[in-house]
């Protein structure tokens, strides 16, 4: 994927990698080192890994996360490591969930909330899916849940009508023996400072996707890869980096209200891409212990054992030792919480005028105070003067070097629906999604210049 990085001249305020001048080259160095230094360390870091991922490492996701969701006040234990696996990736994570949970003959449909992150529509096809992923749209809080409960329950109509039809039973065809638990449904969404939309899941909405979930047999995939990274939204209020309570994660609510649940209908998939490198090539998800477990005996583990065995082992290292934790409060906040500012103010003087403006729904608000913004990305529409955007970005890239991701890249793909929502009124396909992680403040100001210039441009 090097060929996404700017060059020459260009910006690309599509590209929602972080900057690399912000990796942890040092700490990452200072891991390596300790695990390649002596025999023993370097012989167990390079052998075949556990399938579910080294134990320490599972134990320090554990009590980071613990930390991070719970307060610097939670103990070790607040997050059992039976909870997490290691994977090599949140898409690897997302590809193995389908593999040992869902059923194509069985498993209704994918409901991904729109506009959606859209690389992810390749794995869910991957994984038999094609012709079965289905939008639902977001309102101001998130997920539109009204929305969502009357396709769940058409869903279940029609496949009681093609269970009877067949004279069969309502049941998974191709995996039966080993497979425990088969889902009717997966609902895919990112519940925190969302790709693309930028918006953050009311209290309410994430409590009722997980009873709604729970009521269908319903799987809900939630990508937790940003929530770390979260400041307030308006640059005058000073809080210290770290220390706003986060949104509790949907598997979080799904613990509370149904306790003793084996498998559960929430996974948190979580990767530290974003706040180590991509290249570290580690990731974790958190669920039931049970889920967790069968999750990470798929075949190709079984194999070849746990992905990531020897970057699990710098990166056990890493947070073990408290570095990344001081890495992410002291480096990466501060960083990108000041670009965010740099990108919302250049809008705000630069395309708003032209009746531009920032559209990322109900504002989150902590102690119904303190409003929170966080992530990578934030989505702007533009009215309806302007051509689709897919012509803006084509002419944007010719005229101006400018990269950014537009409305139409969002949609679900195969579903006529989502296409449809998208051309509407106020649909997403007016809709322009710009990232702030990968370029420094001058050039963010510089970008949206030129945005503002193409747009100038076609009026």
């Known amino acids: 994927m090097a060929w996404l990085?700017?060059?020459?001249?260009?910006?690309?305020?599509?590209?929602?990698?972080?900057?690399?001048?912000?990796?942890?080259?040092?700490?990452?160095?200072?891991?390596?080192?300790?695990?390649?230094?002596?025999?023993?360390?370097?012989?167990?870091a390079l052998i075949y890994g556990p399938n579910p991922g080294i134990p320490a490492l599972r134990k320090q996701v554990a009590r980071w996360l613990s930390t991070v969701y719970f307060g610097s006040g939670a103990s070790a234990t607040s997050i059992d490591p039976a909870r997490i696996c290691i994977a090599g990736g949140a898409s690897q994570n997302l590809s193995n969930i389908l593999l040992r949970f869902t059923d194509p003959t069985y498993t209704r449909n994918i409901w991904m909330v729109e506009p959606t992150y859209f690389l992810a529509c390749p794995v869910f096809e991957d994984c038999g899916y094609a012709g079965k992923l289905r939008g639902v749209p977001e309102d101001d809080e998130g997920i539109d849940l009204h929305f969502l409960r009357a396709r769940l329950e058409q869903a279940e109509k029609e496949a009681a009508?093609?269970?009877?039809?067949?004279?069969?039973?309502?049941?998974?065809?191709?995996?039966?023996?080993?497979?425990?638990?088969?889902?009717?449904?997966?609902?895919?969404?990112?519940?925190?400072?969302?790709?693309?939309?930028?918006?953050?899941?009311?209290?309410?909405?994430?409590?009722?996707?997980?009873r709604l979930a729970i009521e269908f047999d319903a799987l809900v995939v939630s990508d937790d890869v940003y929530d770390?990274?979260?400041?307030?939204?308006?640059?005058?209020?000073?809080?210290?980096?770290?220390?706003?309570?986060?949104?509790?994660?949907?598997?979080?609510?799904?613990?509370?209200?149904?306790?003793?649940?084996?498998?559960?209908?929430?996974?948190?998939?979580?990767?530290?891409?974003k706040i180590i490198a991509p290249g570290a090539r580690v990731s974790w998800s958190e669920s039931t212990p049970a889920f967790a477990t069968f999750l990470a005996n798929t075949g190709a583990t079984w194999s070849g054992g746990n992905p990531?065995?020897?970057?699990?082992?710098?990166?056990?290292?890493?947070?073990?030792?408290?570095?990344?934790?001081?890495?992410?409060?002291?480096?990466?906040?501060?960083?990108?919480?000041?670009?965010?500012?740099?990108?919302?103010?250049?809008?705000?003087?630069?395309?708003?005028?032209?009746?531009?403006?920032?559209?990322?729904?109900?504002?989150?608000?902590?102690?119904?105070?303190?409003?929170?913004?966080?992530?990578?990305?934030?989505?702007?529409?533009?009215?309806?003067?302007?051509?689709?955007?897919?012509?803006?970005?084509?002419?944007?890239?010719?005229?101006?070097?400018?990269?950014?991701?537009?409305?139409?890249?969002?949609?679900?793909k195969g579903d006529a629906g989502s296409r449809e929502r998208a051309e509407g009124d106020g649909g997403y396909g007016s809709t322009l999604r710009l990232c702030w992680s990968f370029h420094n403040e001058d050039e963010i100001v510089e970008g949206i210049k030129r945005l503002r210039d193409v747009l100038v441009a076609v009026l």
């Open 5 to 44: 990085l700017p060059t020459g001249n260009q910006i690309n305020l599509q590209l929602g990698w972080p900057s690399a001048e912000l990796f942890p080259a040092a700490e990452l160095n200072s891991s390596a080192n300790e695990v390649l230094s002596s025999f023993d360390s370097a012989k167990a």
């Open 161 to 210: 009508a093609v269970a009877a039809a067949r004279g069969t039973e309502d049941k998974p065809l191709l995996k039966v023996a080993g497979y425990e638990k088969i889902y009717k449904h997966v609902i895919y969404t990112v519940p925190t400072f969302s790709n693309p939309s930028g918006k953050t899941m009311s209290l309410h909405h994430r409590e009722a996707l997980v």
């Open 228 to 273: 770390m990274l979260c400041w307030p939204a308006d640059r005058t209020v000073k809080v210290t980096a770290g220390a706003i309570p986060i949104p509790p994660r949907l598997v979080d609510v799904n613990l509370r209200l149904d306790p003793e649940s084996k498998w559960g209908n929430t996974v948190s998939n979580g990767s530290f891409s």
């Open 308 to 412: 990531a065995q020897l970057t699990s082992n710098f990166v056990e290292k890493i947070l073990a030792s408290g570095a990344l934790e001081k890495h992410i409060k002291d480096t990466l906040i501060p960083t990108y919480a000041t670009r965010y500012y740099t990108m919302v103010e250049a809008i705000h003087e630069y395309l708003e005028p032209l009746g531009v403006f920032i559209s990322t729904g109900k504002p989150y608000l902590v102690d119904n105070e303190l409003e929170v913004a966080g992530g990578f990305f934030l989505c702007v529409s533009l009215p309806k003067e302007f051509p689709h955007t897919s012509e803006l970005a084509a002419k944007s890239i010719q005229e101006q070097e400018l990269k950014f991701a537009h409305g139409r890249m969002f949609g679900v």
